[in-house]
Structures are given as structure tokens and as C-alpha cells.
């Protein structure tokens, strides 16, 4: 939100003008619920004014987050060392860890904070948390890269106000996250929605990748399954291929998409990832969802054009969710475990 409609909003506040008030709030947030009153209006206001000091926030935060930023090298866990050379002029009150998994995130698991079983070379039961927070001193949020974004998105993007919603990634891999009434949802193991059990097309022999189950979602519409399809990285596509691929891959998430949204009712979904970056995909993608959910329960919501959406925050979705993950163990939202 820009510094003029801050400046808009405040004014409209401090006239009382519940009327413009309501009007700024379709012009900047069409996406999200509009108000139904002027008592709507009013508490929409309030929440969009500690929201524009949460982007504010988050601006000096990112001028700040030269860790995160700086792209450490992660190849092997010994490569992973804080920046030496800037240690002395920042200070850290708390990290927050929006890590790849699969990760332990029961919080009284001697394991809690590692990573776990990766196929990743070298970093099977790397103790993550205990690394940081012996390292640094201080107390380390952790949690997965989709829950991380799925957090960052809603604090900050593409969920802004909303309470439940989830996050999926369709990359080298497909993950999600979700938060479920402002919190991520954590079970016996985070959530793997990228494994689910999907409906093979009619017209299509492609045996799948997933090591574990051929062709579940991401075995069928990941990012290297669209290489091994056609020969090349789904960047390279283009022409009728790109759009064959488009259509094969939203096909195949829009049955996934449908599940998640039986089992978690979220009022947004939002998808990020190297493959939705591609031409098309976004574009494709809504009537694919729209037709898959085939007007059960036959919300409106489920309807809009922003039911599912592109993440706000782009490539920053992860990283702002690390900053709230930290804010979340420095106010004493969440407790740190000790390493
Ligand atoms: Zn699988």
C-alpha cells in the first residue's frame, strides 16, 4: 500500500468518513472480504492501518535481513556459516528458520529442529535449531518453507486478513503449508501435500517420478516432471508445448487444489513455485480449479478469480515467513526450544 493511501486512509479516519472509507478499502483490497457496514468498514480500517505498519516494518526488516538475503551457501551442512564479516554490526534478537523438510517439528522430540530422512546429500538429521541457537545465543522459530511462506503471505501478501489459507509450491517439487485460524498447521508431521493421490487423464502414459508413488501430484506436475515429459526445463517450453504443459499441470493441481480445499476449507490458496511462474499457468489454473470442484459445496467464494491466487510477496514469501517465525519466539508468541 502506497504512502498516499496510507495518507487517504488516515484522513478518511480522522473525518469519520465511513462511506470513503469503505471505498478505499474495495480500491486497494479488491481481493479480499469487502465491508458490509460502516461498522465493517471501521474495524477493516483499523486492521488495514496496522497492517500498512507491518509493511513498513517489514521494509526495515528486509533492509536488515542481509542472513537471509545474502543466499547462503547450503550444499552441504558444513558450508552453512554466518557471514563473518558483518557479525559485529548487527544485532540479532531472534532467527526465524523457514527450512526444507522433511523436518521434526514436535516440539518435545529430541529430534525437534532437525531435518530428517531428506534424499538431500549430507543433511539427514542436521540439527538445524541447535546449530543456530548455539551458535548465535538466541531464540530460533522453525518451521517448514511452505509454512514459513504460507505465515509470510498472510502477514504481509497475498492472504493479508485472512485466517485460514494455504500455501503450495510447484517447483523441483510440490509442498504446501497451511494456517488454520492464524496458525500453521502442524500434525504428527507437517502436512505433504504433494503427495496426493491424483486421477491419471485419459490420454496420458507418463509413469510418474515420485520415488515413493509414481504418480501422485508431484510425480505427475512437478517441475522435473514437465523435463522428463518434454525433454527440456519447463522454462525452455514455449509455443503448443508450453500450453500442452500448462494444461497437463494445472489439470493435475486443480485435483489437488479440490482436496485440499474438502479437507481444509481455506479461504484462499495461494500458488507459488518455479512452474507457476510459467505462461499461462495462472491463466489456466482457475478454470481448471472452477471445473474440478464442480460447484460443490457451490460457494461463491470458490468461485472468485482470487480463490486462488499468485503469492504477493513473489520469491520473498518464504523470507518474510522466517521474519515472522522469529517475531513469533522474540515476543513470546511461541516459545523457543532450546538446542
Ligand atoms: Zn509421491
Request: hydrophobic share 40%.
Amino acid at each position: 500500500m502506497g504512502q498516499s493511501m496510507n495518507g487517504a486512509f488516515r484522513r478518511a479516519l480522522e473525518d469519520g468518513d465511513v462511506s470513503r472509507l469503505a471505498e478505499l478499502w474495495r480500491v486497494c483490497r479488491p481481493r479480499l472480504p469487502q465491508p458490509r457496514d460502516d461498522r465493517e468498514a471501521r474495524v477493516m480500517l483499523h486492521r488495514a492501518r496496522s497492517e500498512a505498519e507491518s509493511v513498513t516494518l517489514a521494509k526495515r526488516l528486509y533492509s536488515h535481513a542481509w542472513l537471509a538475503e545474502r543466499g547462503l551457501p547450503s550444499g552441504l551442512p558444513e558450508e552453512l556459516q554466518p557471514p563473518a564479516e558483518r557479525r559485529e554490526s548487527v544485532i540479532v534478537s531472534a532467527v526465524g528458520i523457514a527450512s526444507f523438510g522433511p523436518v521434526e517439528l514436535r516440539r518435545d522430540h529430541r529430534q525437534y529442529g532437525n531435518i530428517t530422512n531428506t534424499p538431500k546429500p549430507g543433511w539427514s538429521f542436521t540439527d538445524v535449531v541447535g546449530f543456530v541457537s548455539r551458535r548465535l545465543a538466541v531464540p530460533v522459530g522453525f518451521d517448514t518453507d511452505v509454512n514459513g511462506s504460507a505465515l509470510g503471505e498472510g502477514r504481509w501478501g497475498a492472504a493479508m486478513g485472512l485466517s485460514q489459507f494455504v500455501y503450495i509450491t510447484v517447483g523441483t517439487g510440490i509442498g504446501g503449508g497451511a494456517v488454520v485460524d492464524g496458525a500453521a498447521l502442524h500434525g504428527l508431521v507437517h502436512p505433504e501435500m504433494g503427495h496426493l493421490a491424483i486421477r491419471r487423464l485419459d490420454d496420458d502414459d507418463f509413469p510418474g517420478l515420485c520415488p515413493f508413488h509414481g504418480a501422485c501430484m508431484e510425480g505427475m506436475a512437478s517441475g522435473p516432471s514437465l523435463e522428463a515429459r518434454f525433454g527440456v526445463p519447463g522454462r525452455e517450453l514455449y509455443g503448443t508445448q508450453l500450453a500442452v504443459a500448462m494444461n497437463i499441470v494445472t489439470s493435475y493441481l486443480a485435483q489437488g487444489l479440490t482436496a485440499v480445499t474438502r479437507i481444509l476449507a481455506p479461504q484462499r490458496i495461494i500458488v507459488g513455485g518455479g512452474v507457476a511462474k510459467l505462461p499461462g499457468f495462472h491463466e489456466i489454473r482457475n478454470e481448471a480449479v472452477t471445473s474440478e470442484l464442480a460447484n460443490y459445496p457451490g460457494l461463491a467464494e470458490h468461485r472468485e478469480p482470487g480463490f486462488v491466487s499468485p503469492p504477493d510477496l513473489g520469491d520473498r514469501s518464504g523470507l518474510a515467513g522466517g521474519l515472522v517465525l522469529a517475531k513469533q519466539v522474540s515476543s513470546g508468541q511461541v516459545e523457543a526450544v532450546d538446542g
